[in-house]
């Protein structure tokens, strides 16, 4: 075997080597429901996926690819997210609480689940101050009213209203209307 045939060797095995590293090193951080587990739901998944109208098909989308994962040690559970679309054009995120450990081999137990609405308004940046009142005012009295939180940019104007309830979302964007005199059009996030 000549030096050239003996490099080349050396390079293809290199190179099937550097192919490998990449495969499992993409497999470990793989952070979806393997292939094969099973899905149990608990009795309180259950009755908040009713209550929630969540589906076993939302969840198993967020099981299968979740965008963000935080493991909560307290509760030995792991809290996956996911955004959806949602007809109303606000940005919805499907949270779904498994239990550890995730990802599991054989079986996933789903603990509970949540959305989470959030609405995005502009306003003029001169009206920030009339949204946000004396001290804070106004802006406290709707997220007292609604349950919302109310987080305003001073210099955009954009005011972002959270909540798990898409009701309170769209009462807490009438009260910022309200106290600002006029519609708020809403602003569109990129998916």
């Known amino acids: 075997m000549n030096d050239t045939t003996l490099w080349g060797v050396l390079g293809l095995l290199a ?10 090193a993409v497999r470990s951080r793989r952070t979806g429901l393997p292939d094969g587990a099973g899905i149990r739901y608990t009795q309180h998944a259950r009755q908040r996926m009713r209550l929630r109208r969540v589906s076993m098909a939302e969840v198993q989308t967020v099981l299968r690819s979740p965008s963000s994962s935080t493991r909560d040690h307290e509760e030995n559970s792991v809290r996956l997210e996911r955004d959806f679309a949602d007809p109303d054009g606000d940005h919805r995120t499907l949270k779904v609480w498994v239990a ?9 137990v789903i603990k509970s689940t949540a959305w989470s609405y959030q609405r995005d308004l502009r306003i003029p940046p001169a009206l920030v101050g009339r949204l946000i009142g004396a001290g804070g005012s106004t802006v406290s009295a709707i997220e007292s009213a609604t349950g919302s939180r109310v987080d305003i940019e001073r210099r955009t104007g954009t005011v972002t209203i959270h909540n798990g309830d898409k009701a ?12 600002i005199g006029q519609s708020a059009p809403r602003t569109v996030r990129p998916s």
Do not use: D, F, N, T
């Open 168 to 179: 309170s979302i769209a009462a807490a964007a009438r009260m910022v209307e309200k106290a």
């Open 15 to 24: 190179g099937i080597a550097l192919v490998a590293y990449a495969i499992r």
């Open 100 to 108: 550890e450990p995730w990802p599991a081999r054989h079986e996933v």
